[in-house]
């Protein structure tokens, strides 16, 4: 209002006292006409209103008001108001907050503004501010408006009533939609939105709530299976302004499997592309990977593949008793496209198409007149010419790839693997991860829109404070002014087994025999499987025990002290059908693994190698990694004691970050650089020693952390700083940028998904805002349990420039004086 992004002519009102009261000078600290909005007299009884059209559907949250001051003059002020809103114009809706009660506190004085939260948020395109008055009286008002646009679009959803949960020695748990703006019928809601949309996530513990003064439930609309007549499933309807191309669907879900509440097991979703149209019979059908093991809430995305339509019917099926969403988010394209299912050869051919389309008259064509043939002539010429071109593109790739390797396999022969300017930084990796096509600057930028032509200038600079190049070609973009590894010598960042792998900088070797490793040869037949931890594309890993494994040692093992034999152990096993280049990745890994010496980085122990499959066997932490230990732990304190509830404290807290940047610190005095930093891949004993390992990528559980490009690169790309998504470029300082992404976690206690409310494709479009650096980038929120000095810490972490960051050394003396001796 205050800035006139809202028109004069889309601010109207029920009446006004004169036209210089009128409701376009109702505007927060503007002192045009006579200074405010004021309707023509105001009984108790009276429904007097300024209206507002907002343009668009908004995503309201805060309202401010001002009385009319009129440069000293005024004397005029609404004590009290209250809100109506309308998503079309038509029905309108009394706003409530969270307790049911419609009316807010205004002004005191003429002067001085007020601002009022909406709790919860509104989301509609008209909004009316009506003042409220115990008596006859004249108000005047100016008012502000805050929010944002509602892209989502959904303008309703329909779902079945929530219930209550009674189970004993527990308080009941309502687990209604309490601020449903629709209609209630029939024990279903119909044509409203509301908490599954008001942007409020739900705790691990659905009993606790995240506003005060409400009922244990209540963030929180829940079903129970027996209920809905044993048909086993919740249905829900969403309703959308327009057609949109809907790419997923983003669920929210309560996961307390002690109460029998569980994600659901699948869903199914059909799609109807305009209200009065009948539903498509194909529905997109999604199965969850449920979970047993942690109790944490998160969000489920389902993909939904590009589908087309105004309105969206999902079934939602129980995995067990209970079924609980706290918040429901529709990602979509700009442009929607129709729907073309897949036909069968049988019933679809494409040549058969084009062949009916130009031979096959209809009885309704007129008489040929004589044109018919040349316009077959016509199209048949331009199909053969397309076929041409085709043909061209493709030949002339092939041999530009055929030349490009000869130039390569020429240059490996006379230069050594590392080259660049002699001044360069040798210790990082440029690493294009989608494939070879992606290294053209001009296909990335098709492929990431967010890099203007400055994008391009950075990358022949490396995108730091080196020299400034404005003009080359794509070939010099990437390879004149930045030192880079010859790319058939890079380390992939998964492994053969799953799992990550250490950038290395001086790992040329092509082949690798026994006598490279020296690491010891254990027994077979004393692995003892357990279970299987994650796979790759040609190994996997293991839960084993060893028996014997601390005498086979000796003295100076790195394993704890057991009263048995047997102990926990990792074992990453190289399947039998693995390939050769597979197999000598996993030998060069051997040799990597060995050459680690540290107390806080995980210990290759010992190798199978004399006979297939070839296995490596590291240490294994008893307590499992850091995300599954702190997401089902609270915050110490008196509560915690006194139920016994699992709990950890500020100081273990602070003591896990200085063990992992001393960990980070051993790895980058090797200049080995480590690519998946995150609490999943920091492994925990009994006494809380941390040691940072790299099986996160290769397990199940964590499959969401990953974002999956082309079907093949799995890429941790919320913990990836941005030079690293939009460039490949992997170095210590990107380790750091995911160091402080780490600290994030653990200070969350692990309890959400960094960047949680932000789809994969946004997070990558946010790397873009870092790399633009104006101001639009999105940071992670500082933890409540955080001391300032150490977000700040974070912050430092996420810098644009790597200048800007922190060394691991740096970090590990900052963060060390913080931990209790």
Same mark, same amino acid.
């Given at each position: 209002?205050?800035? !006139?992004?809202?028109?004069?002519?889309?601010?109207?009102?029920?009446?006004?006292?004169?036209?210089?009261?009128?409701?376009? $000078? *109702?505007?927060?600290?503007?002192? @045009?006409?006579?200074?405010?909005?004021?309707? @023509?007299?105001?009984?108790?009884?009276?429904?007097?209103?300024?209206?507002?059209?907002?343009?668009?559907?908004?995503?309201?949250?805060?309202?401010?008001?001002?009385?009319?001051?009129?440069?000293?003059?005024?004397?005029?002020?609404?004590? +009290?108001?209250?809100?109506? +809103?309308?998503?079309?114009? #038509?029905?309108?809706?009394?706003?409530?907050?969270?307790?049911?009660?419609?009316?807010?506190?205004?002004?005191?004085?003429?002067?001085?503004?007020?601002?009022?939260?909406?709790?919860?948020?509104?989301?509609?395109?008209?909004?009316?501010?009506?003042?409220?008055? !115990?008596?006859?009286?004249?108000?005047?008002?100016?008012?502000?408006? $805050?929010?944002? /646009?509602?892209?989502?679009?959904?303008?309703?959803?329909?779902?079945?009533?929530?219930?209550?949960?009674?189970?004993?020695?527990?308080?009941?748990?309502?687990?209604?939609? /309490?601020?449903?703006?629709?209609?209630?019928?029939?024990?279903?809601?119909?044509?409203?939105?509301?908490?599954?949309?008001?942007?409020?996530?739900?705790?691990?513990?659905?009993?606790?709530?995240?506003?005060?003064?409400?009922?244990?439930?209540?963030?929180?609309?829940?079903?129970?299976?027996?209920?809905?007549?044993?048909?086993?499933?919740?249905?829900?309807?969403?309703?959308?302004?327009?057609?949109?191309?809907?790419?997923?669907?983003?669920? %929210?879900?309560?996961?307390?499997?002690? %109460?029998?509440?569980?994600?659901?097991?699948?869903?199914?979703?059909?799609?109807?592309?305009?209200?009065?149209?009948?539903?498509?019979?194909?529905?997109?059908?999604?199965?969850?990977?449920?979970?047993?093991?942690?109790?944490?809430?998160?969000?489920?995305?389902?993909?939904?593949?590009?589908?087309? *339509?105004?309105?969206?019917?999902?079934?939602?099926?129980?995995?067990?008793?209970?079924?609980?969403?706290?918040?429901?988010?529709?990602? /979509?394209? &700009?442009?929607?496209?129709?729907?073309?299912?897949?036909?069968?050869?049988?019933?679809?051919?494409?040549?058969?198409?084009?062949?009916?389309?130009?031979?096959?008259?209809?009885?309704?064509?007129?008489?040929?007149?004589? &044109?018919?043939?040349?316009?077959?002539?016509?199209?048949?010429?331009?199909?053969?010419?397309?076929?041409?071109?085709?043909?061209?593109?493709?030949?002339?790739? $092939?041999?530009? !790839?055929?030349?490009?390797?000869?130039?390569?396999?020429?240059?490996?022969?006379?230069?050594?693997?590392?080259?660049?300017?002699?001044?360069?930084?040798?210790?990082?990796?440029?690493?294009?991860?989608?494939?070879?096509?992606?290294?053209?600057?001009?296909?990335?930028?098709?492929?990431?829109?967010?890099?203007?032509?400055?994008?391009?200038?950075?990358?022949?600079?490396?995108? +730091?404070?080196?020299?400034?190049?404005?003009?080359?070609?794509?070939?010099?973009?990437?390879?004149?002014?930045?030192?880079?590894?010859? @790319?058939?010598?890079?380390?992939?960042?998964?492994?053969?087994?799953?799992?990550?792998?250490?950038?290395?900088?001086?790992?040329?070797?092509?082949?690798?025999?026994?006598?490279?490793?020296?690491?010891?040869?254990?027994?077979?037949?004393?692995?003892?499987?357990?279970?299987?931890?994650?796979?790759?594309?040609?190994?996997?890993? %293991?839960?084993?025990?060893?028996?014997? #494994?601390?005498?086979? #040692?000796?003295?100076?093992?790195?394993?704890?002290?057991?009263?048995?034999?047997?102990?926990?152990?990792?074992?990453?096993?190289?399947?039998?059908?693995?390939?050769?280049?597979?197999?000598?990745?996993?030998?060069?890994?051997?040799?990597?693994?060995?050459?680690? &010496?540290?107390?806080?980085?995980?210990?290759?122990?010992?190798?199978?190698?004399?006979?297939?499959?070839?296995?490596?066997?590291?240490? +294994?932490?008893?307590?499992?990694?850091?995300?599954?230990?702190?997401?089902?732990?609270?915050?110490?304190?008196?509560?915690?004691?006194?139920?016994?509830?699992?709990?950890?404290?500020?100081?273990?807290?602070? %003591?896990? /970050?200085?063990?992992?940047?001393?960990?980070? !610190?051993?790895?980058?005095?090797?200049?080995?650089?480590?690519?998946?930093?995150?609490?999943?891949?920091?492994?925990?004993?009994?006494?809380?020693?941390?040691?940072?390992?790299?099986?996160?990528?290769?397990?199940?559980?964590?499959?969401?952390?990953?974002?999956?490009?082309?079907?093949?690169?799995?890429?941790?790309?919320?913990?990836?700083?941005?030079?690293?998504?939009?460039?490949?470029?992997?170095?210590?300082?990107?380790?750091?940028?995911?160091?402080?992404?780490?600290?994030?976690?653990?200070?969350?206690?692990?309890?959400?998904?960094?960047?949680?409310?932000?789809?994969?494709?946004?997070?990558?479009?946010?790397?873009?805002?870092?790399?633009?650096?104006?101001?639009?980038?999105?940071?992670?929120?500082?933890?409540?349990?955080?001391?300032?000095?150490?977000?700040?810490?974070?912050?430092?972490?996420?810098?644009?420039?790597?200048?800007?960051?922190?060394?691991?050394?740096?970090?590990?003396?900052?963060?060390?004086?913080?931990?209790?001796?």
């Amino acid at each position: 209002m205050e800035d !006139k992004r809202i028109k004069d002519e889309d601010i109207t009102a029920s009446s006004q006292w004169y036209e210089t009261t009128g409701p376009q $000078y *109702a505007r927060l600290n503007r002192e @045009e006409g006579d200074g405010a909005w004021c309707p @023509e007299g105001l009984e108790p009884s009276d429904t007097q209103y300024l209206q507002v059209d907002l343009g668009r559907l908004t995503f309201l949250t805060v309202v401010g008001t001002q009385g009319r001051y009129a440069r000293n003059s005024g004397n005029e002020f609404a004590r +009290y108001y209250r809100l109506n +809103y309308s998503r079309d114009g #038509l029905l309108w809706k009394s706003w409530r907050n969270r307790l049911g009660i419609m009316v807010m506190e205004g002004n005191k004085n003429t002067y001085a503004s007020v601002i009022n939260d909406i709790h919860p948020p509104i989301i509609t395109r008209y909004i009316r501010v009506i003042p409220v008055t !115990k008596l006859s009286t004249t108000v005047c008002m100016r008012v502000e408006l $805050y929010g944002c /646009s509602w892209d989502e679009g959904l303008i309703s959803y329909s779902a079945p009533e929530g219930q209550l949960m009674m189970q004993p020695g527990y308080p009941f748990a309502n687990l209604n939609d /309490s601020t449903y703006d629709g209609v209630h019928e029939k024990r279903r809601l119909f044509d409203g939105l509301g908490q599954l949309t008001d942007g409020v996530i739900g705790l691990d513990d659905f009993l606790r709530t995240r506003q005060f003064s409400v009922w244990p439930g209540y963030d929180y609309l829940g079903w129970r299976n027996e209920s809905l007549g044993m048909q086993g499933y919740v249905e829900m309807e969403f309703v959308f302004d327009r057609q949109r191309n809907f790419t997923s669907m983003k669920v %929210h879900s309560n996961n307390m499997f002690t %109460h029998g509440v569980k994600i659901f097991s699948s869903v199914s979703c059909w799609f109807k592309p305009r209200l009065i149209a009948g539903w498509e019979p194909e529905a997109v059908t999604f199965n969850t990977v449920l979970d047993d093991r942690n109790p944490s809430a998160r969000y489920v995305t389902v993909p939904l593949n590009c589908r087309a *339509a105004k309105s969206l019917r999902c079934r939602f099926f129980f995995a067990d008793v209970w079924m609980m969403f706290s918040e429901i988010s529709f990602q /979509s394209g &700009n442009k929607p496209h129709r729907h073309v299912p897949w036909f069968t050869h049988s019933s679809f051919n494409l040549q058969t198409q084009l062949t009916d389309l130009i031979f096959s008259p209809s009885a309704s064509d007129p008489p040929d007149d004589g &044109n018919t043939p040349v316009l077959i002539g016509c199209l048949v010429t331009i199909i053969l010419l397309l076929v041409i071109i085709i043909f061209l593109i493709l030949w002339c790739q $092939y041999v530009c !790839k055929v030349l490009e390797k000869v130039r390569r396999q020429a240059a490996g022969a006379a230069v050594p693997l590392f080259y660049g300017p002699a001044n360069a930084d040798p210790h990082y990796e440029r690493v294009f991860l989608l494939d070879p096509q992606y290294q053209n600057p001009a296909v990335l930028r098709n492929k990431l829109p967010e890099l203007s032509q400055s994008a391009e200038a950075s990358a022949c600079g490396g995108g +730091y404070a080196e020299p400034d190049v404005t003009q080359c070609t794509p070939h010099q973009c990437f390879h004149s002014n930045a030192p880079h590894y010859a @790319e058939t010598d890079i380390v992939r960042l998964q492994g053969v087994t799953g799992s990550n792998m250490y950038a290395v900088p001086a790992l040329t070797v092509d082949s690798l025999t026994r006598k490279d490793i020296s690491a010891a040869e254990f027994p077979r037949q004393q692995l003892i499987f357990r279970e299987k931890l994650g796979e790759g594309q040609f190994g996997e890993v %293991h839960l084993c025990e060893a028996e014997g #494994l601390p005498e086979f #040692l000796g003295e100076g093992s790195p394993l704890p002290e057991r009263d048995g034999h047997s102990v926990l152990v990792a074992v990453k096993q190289l399947r039998a059908d693995a390939t050769s280049q597979a197999r000598n990745d996993f030998l060069k890994e051997i040799k990597i693994m060995s050459r680690l &010496n540290d107390p806080n980085i995980i210990r290759l122990l010992c190798v199978c190698v004399s006979s297939d499959p070839l296995c490596m066997v590291t240490e +294994y932490m008893e307590n499992g990694d850091l995300n599954m230990f702190l997401s089902q732990r609270e915050i110490e304190s008196t509560l915690t004691h006194a139920n016994n509830i699992p709990s950890v404290s500020l100081s273990d807290l602070l %003591h896990m /970050s200085v063990q992992i940047s001393s960990g980070m !610190k051993y790895l980058a005095s090797l200049n080995f650089v480590h690519r998946d930093l995150a609490t999943r891949n920091c492994l925990l004993d009994r006494r809380l020693t941390i040691k940072i390992a790299d099986f996160g990528m290769s397990r199940n559980l964590y499959s969401s952390d990953y974002y999956r490009i082309q079907g093949r690169a799995v890429l941790p790309i919320r913990w990836m700083a941005w030079e690293s998504i939009l460039l490949g470029k992997f170095t210590t300082a990107s380790d750091v940028w995911a160091f402080g992404v780490t600290l994030w976690e653990i200070f969350t206690l692990c309890k959400e998904q960094p960047y949680s409310l932000l789809s994969d494709e946004q997070v990558i479009e946010n790397t873009g805002e870092f790399f633009r650096n104006q101001g639009r980038q999105i940071f992670l929120y500082a933890p409540p349990l955080c001391p300032p000095s150490l977000f700040e810490l974070m912050m430092r972490c996420w810098s644009r420039d790597i200048p800007d960051r922190p060394t691991f050394e740096g970090l590990y003396q900052a963060l060390r004086p913080h931990v209790n001796q």
